[in-house]
């Protein structure tokens, strides 16, 4: 699986055991939650599925089309519900950021531009920003925590060393897909 570093884009590769009869993979005990990235422009429908290991995400997800470079939809998360309602709702939304527990939206922050920016006031902007990086609080990051701004080089497969796309798992050193299950 993908292992952050923290305070930076790099990550490391982390093979160990994964309970997957439990909660499908899932333990924020061991800071190992699961991510996605979707397809979204229409052209492949191709998603990518993994885990990432280090985050402080302790119960519901959080999702964004601003997912570095073909900004597809990335969703990260403890749960395949709130995960499901988290890139359900910034599809209906054309793109954004959001925060999603127990089945209930937290916060939003719609990107309908290219999933990337919006056409409102930099003040209502920066409202739902704020209130978005309050509510990952909500799930358990800490204070300090910026969550949605690791999460989106998660994708990008030219920082090394491993990444998620929607073709699946990356080596980028070895530039090749690679599996989930480790023999």
Do not use: Y
Request: charged share 20%; hydrophobic share 45%.
């Amino acid at each position: 699986m993908i292992e952050l570093i923290p305070g930076q884009l790099l990550t490391k590769e982390w093979i160990t055991p994964i309970d997957f009869d439990r909660a499908n993979g899932v333990d924020p005990e061991r800071k190992i939650l699961k991510l996605a990235v979707i397809e979204r422009h229409g052209k492949t429908g191709n998603t990518g599925l993994g885990f990432l290991a280090g985050t402080e995400l302790k119960e519901g997800a959080i999702a964004s089309s601003v997912s570095h470079d073909s900004h597809n939809l990335i969703v990260l998360g403890t749960n395949e519900e709130d995960m499901a309602l988290a890139g359900n709702r910034l599809r209906e939304l054309g793109g954004g950021c959001i925060s999603v527990r127990n089945g209930r939206i937290l916060a939003e922050m719609p990107l309908p531009i290219g999933g990337l920016m919006a056409e409102r006031p930099a003040e209502v902007m920066a409202q739902q920003n704020q209130k978005l990086r309050e509510s990952v609080e909500l799930l358990g990051a800490p204070e300090s925590s910026e969550p949605f701004m690791p999460m989106a080089f998660m994708s990008l497969a030219v920082i090394p060393h491993l990444k998620l796309t929607t073709l699946g798992l990356v080596n980028v050193d070895q530039w090749k897909i690679v599996p989930l299950l480790a023999e």
